[in-house]
């Protein structure tokens, strides 16, 4: 499972996603913002120093893992991997298809949930990815990935407030995270945005 998949996104605006090893907090940094428009996909940025998410995938390799999957009924870490190898392509429906089969034998799964959660925001589902990670939330109250994709999800809803509350309550349990002041950075743009004008429009700003 991709312990570091994170999706961006400000006021319906898709600015990226993240794929590689998570090397402490949230990953290795956030990656510089990719704006595109909510209708196109997005396309992958690696978090700074990792890897460039794999393209292609060997068709050899899917096959033997559908084999040992279908072999092993009863085994969800076949259908896990075949999972990230769909996510790293960004074939999100194949990634989601294997985690949700994944976690038909593992229900308790709460990493496979998110990366779940996280293609279903990625590919414009929020509504659904926001549900899984309430679900992991709910069971997993510190799962640091997950609160972060929620608040991701809740933008993507339109959900300016929420998001960034939902920010702030990773700031207030995690505030020694080497990741915390970037995700300041975060909550402060989305509040700045989201904030009511104070002077009426066209008044002379006060000095």
Known sequence: MRRDTIAYSLAGTVFGFALGYMAAGWGGGMPAPAPVTAAAAPAAVPAPGEPTPRTTIDPDEVKALETLAAAQPKDASARVQLGNMYMDAQRLDDAIRWYTEALKISPD???????????????????????????????????????????????????????????????????????????????????????????????????
Not at 120 to 129: D, F, K, N, T
Not at 165 to 185: S, T
Request: hydrophobic share 40%.
């Open 109 to 207: 799964s709460p990493d496979v949930e998110t990366d779940l959660g996280a293609c279903y925001v990625h590919s414009g589902r929020p509504a659904e990815g926001l549900q899984r990670f309430d679900a992991v939330l709910e069971k997993n109250p510190d799962h640091r990935l997950a609160m972060y994709n929620r608040g991701v999800a809740l933008l993507n809803l339109g959900r300016q407030k929420e998001a960034a509350d939902a920010w702030e309550a990773i700031l207030k349990r995690y505030p020694n995270d080497p990741q915390a002041a970037k995700l300041r950075q975060r909550v402060d743009e989305i509040r700045a945005a989201s904030a009511p004008s104070s002077a009426p429009a066209g008044a002379a700003a006060a000095r």
